[in-house]
């Protein structure tokens, strides 16, 4: 890819370490969280921790000049491979500093590295036309859609060591805001509410990142579990007043009726209810164990089958078809409450 171009973090990232070093890295965007990443891991290449504070200086462009940067790019490593100059905020540099920074760059010292970071580059400029032209321009920008988090979201638990199935992941994208360092922080919650047992349910994302959001969805699968058309189609509309997403809702009422049929498979073998209520229904709250039996009741093992099948399509509609999410769910709603 063209300098002047720019890439995205995750590709940068993806081949860095296998590329030849730059005299020049501008990065830019605004997610602080991408960028402080970005700049982690150029530091770890090129910085020395045995000189650490003799050949690496961070400076701030709203505080410290061109001239004391050029004066710390000049100077030749005393232990390590590169000096190593990290100019944040460059975006806030008075533009005749900025001037001689694109000057440097246009012939610099090969022995050092230097690091730009800024919240926007403005390429109307002359400098920021001289630095794109010259500098590898790593872009750092917050997520567009939870396709973006999803990405995100399975390189963490990659490294981590962590498994969630695609339900779990589904409902992590889909509760959180699209904002990285707010989905670092759910799932740090996660980690710890799961005491790093290495796998995340459905059941745990519920607890932590989407209890704001399932408060409704708990009041439509309740309408839904007694088979009231009417109130469950006024809740709807209120979800989507409210853009909930059709994925979310599909997940969340999956899992209501998974425990049905669990309920109905226990009902079988010829557990009592008390047993059931009392043994086998710990991911649902205990003061609600007893509606989860009355709506167990109200549908057979053969209208859940059904209904699965409803929700699957469902699911597949959501996301491949243009059609509008609450035309999918009233359908949806109306084809379960008259299964």
Known sequence: MPKSQG???????????????????????????LKDIVLSEISKRFKSSDSESF????????????????????????MAKFRFVVLKNFDSMKAPDKMLIAEYIQNPVPTSILVLTAGKIDER?????????????????????SAEILRWLNNE????????????????????????QFAVNELEKLIIYTKGRGNITVDDVIET?????????????????????????????????????AVFVIIMLSTFFRTLWRIKAL????????EIENRYLPEV????????????RKYSKTSIREIFSLLLQADIDAKSLSLKDEIILEMLIYKIIKS
């Open 209 to 245: 990142v989407g209890k704001s959001r399932t408060n409704k969805v708990y009041d439509l699968q309740n309408e839904i579990g007694k088979r009231n058309l009417k109130n469950s189609l006024m809740i709807l509309e209120n979800m989507i007043t409210n853009n909930e997403s």
């Open 125 to 145: 400029t002359k400098a920021n036309k001289i630095i794109s032209g010259k500098a590898i321009k790593i872009i750092c920008r917050s997520p567009y859609d």
């Open 55 to 78: 050949d690496s200086i961070i400076l701030h462009a709203d505080t410290d000049s061109a001239v004391k940067a050029l004066e710390q790019l000049e100077m030749i490593p005393f």
């Open 7 to 33: 890439i995205q973090h995750f590709e940068f990232l993806k081949n860095f370490h296998d590329q030849k070093p730059q005299s020049v890295y501008y990065v830019f965007g605004q997610d602080n969280y």
């Open 157 to 180: 638990l990659k490294k981590r060591k962590i498994f969630m199935d695609n339900d779990s992941k589904e409902l992590f994208t889909r509760s959180i805001e699209l904002n990285y």
């Open 267 to 274: 009902q079988k073998n010829n557990l009592s209810n008390i």
């Open 285 to 296: 709250f205990y003061k609600y164990r007893k509606d989860y039996l009355t709506f167990a």
